[in-house]
């Protein structure tokens, strides 16, 4: 189970409304390093601290609107632990050549240097699991792991050896064990919600809601349990949708979005603290003629 903590609880402003036309389909997962830290323990503080330096930079150095990674991977305290940066659903993720094809991966970036350090256990664990996590998920098509170095030729900048000559060469082996990993989520739980229309609020017909419990054991981590939500277009035509989760179970942050008709896709859940949790899913839409399903996928 991977430990993920919500871009706003890392202090990131909310992302900018103009990259919300998204989702491109991802097919794996782009890995990156810092080339700052290490993969020695630190606080959960000063990773967060870590990440919002990373965004100024991004901003300044590159004149991007918004932090470029995905996720940053961080050893806290001998756990492996995710910041979301830019959200998975969103357009562009890695950094050489995103335009072309970099957004079809989902960006994490390590904390630390392997041209001149080499991971740890807690980060080689760490990389297999969230590759797993996110097949399992639905949030790329297939086990696919890339270096930033392999889109090198697309880059107007120059090469890179990111994500570092000593972390670089160990890809396969992290393919096999999130491999390993992915057949011991058999346990997941699926849930599949048929979404009732409820009154009208505004412009905006509601459909919902499920709801959902949780129950988190390690008060340790500020997010310990995450699941996955998919939502079927069953109407002919193309939907917009905003997802919303009541104060008790964030929806990791509202989601606006569009949906082919069928097309699912996946969408991150969090609940914030240890202990026990509930909470309702709220869809809303704005075509009245819809079929709706919801599958919450539960991945404990
Ligand atoms: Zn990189």
């Given at each position: 189970?991977?430990?993920?903590?919500?871009?706003?609880?890392?202090?990131?402003?909310?992302?900018?409304?103009?990259?919300?036309?998204?989702?491109?389909?991802k097919v794996g997962v782009c890995l990156?390093?810092?080339?700052?830290?290490?993969?020695?323990?630190?606080?959960?503080?000063?990773?967060?601290?870590?990440?919002?330096?990373?965004?100024?930079?991004?901003?300044?150095?590159?004149?991007?609107?918004?932090?470029?990674?995905?996720?940053?991977?961080?050893?806290?305290?001998?756990?492996?632990?995710?910041?979301?940066?830019?959200?998975?659903?969103?357009?562009?993720?890695?950094?050489?050549?995103?335009?072309?094809?970099?957004?079809?991966?989902?960006?994490?970036?390590?904390?630390?240097?392997?041209?001149?350090?080499?991971?740890?256990?807690?980060?080689?664990?760490?990389?297999?699991?969230?590759?797993?996590?996110?097949?399992?998920?639905?949030?790329?098509?297939?086990?696919?792991?890339?270096?930033?170095?392999?889109?090198?030729?697309l880059s107007s900048y120059g090469p890179t050896s990111c994500p570092g000559n000593n972390l670089y060469p160990l890809i396969p082996e992290l393919v096999a064990e999130a491999r390993r990993k992915l057949e011991g989520y058999g346990e997941e739980e699926e849930m599949i919600y048929n979404l009732e229309r409820l009154p009208k609020q505004g412009s905006l017909f509601v459909w919902g809601a499920a709801d959902v419990f949780t129950r988190i054991d390690n008060p340790r981590h500020s997010a310990d349990y995450l699941c996955w939500l998919n939502v079927k277009n069953e109407s002919p035509s193309p939907l917009p949708i905003e997802i919303f989760g009541t104060p008790e179970l964030a929806a990791g942050h509202p989601h606006k979005d569009t949906i082919p008709p069928w097309e699912k896709r996946g969408y991150d859940i969090y609940a914030l603290a240890g202990g026990h949790y509930g909470g309702s899913i709220i869809l809303k839409a704005s075509q009245e003629s819809l079929l709706a399903t919801m599958t919450l996928l539960r991945l404990k």
């Amino acid at each position: 189970m991977i430990q993920l903590i919500p871009r706003e609880e890392a202090g990131l402003p909310r992302h900018p409304d103009s990259y919300y036309p998204g989702p491109f389909p991802k097919v794996g997962v782009c890995l990156h390093n810092m080339a700052v830290g290490s993969p020695d323990p630190t606080t959960l503080e000063r990773a967060k601290m870590r990440t919002r330096t990373n965004y100024k930079y991004h901003l300044a150095k590159w004149g991007s609107i918004d932090i470029m990674e995905a996720y940053d991977l961080y050893n806290v305290e001998g756990f492996p632990v995710f910041i979301e940066g830019r959200p998975a659903w969103s357009n562009c993720d890695a950094f050489s050549g995103m335009a072309q094809l970099g957004y079809r991966y989902i960006g994490l970036e390590v904390h630390g240097n392997y041209d001149t350090q080499y991971p740890n256990d807690v980060i080689l664990e760490g990389i297999s699991d969230f590759l797993a996590a996110c097949c399992a998920g639905g949030k790329i098509s297939g086990l696919e792991m890339k270096g930033h170095r392999d889109f090198n030729s697309l880059s107007s900048y120059g090469p890179t050896s990111c994500p570092g000559n000593n972390l670089y060469p160990l890809i396969p082996e992290l393919v096999a064990e999130a491999r390993r990993k992915l057949e011991g989520y058999g346990e997941e739980e699926e849930m599949i919600y048929n979404l009732e229309r409820l009154p009208k609020q505004g412009s905006l017909f509601v459909w919902g809601a499920a709801d959902v419990f949780t129950r988190i054991d390690n008060p340790r981590h500020s997010a310990d349990y995450l699941c996955w939500l998919n939502v079927k277009n069953e109407s002919p035509s193309p939907l917009p949708i905003e997802i919303f989760g009541t104060p008790e179970l964030a929806a990791g942050h509202p989601h606006k979005d569009t949906i082919p008709p069928w097309e699912k896709r996946g969408y991150d859940i969090y609940a914030l603290a240890g202990g026990h949790y509930g909470g309702s899913i709220i869809l809303k839409a704005s075509q009245e003629s819809l079929l709706a399903t919801m599958t919450l996928l539960r991945l404990k």
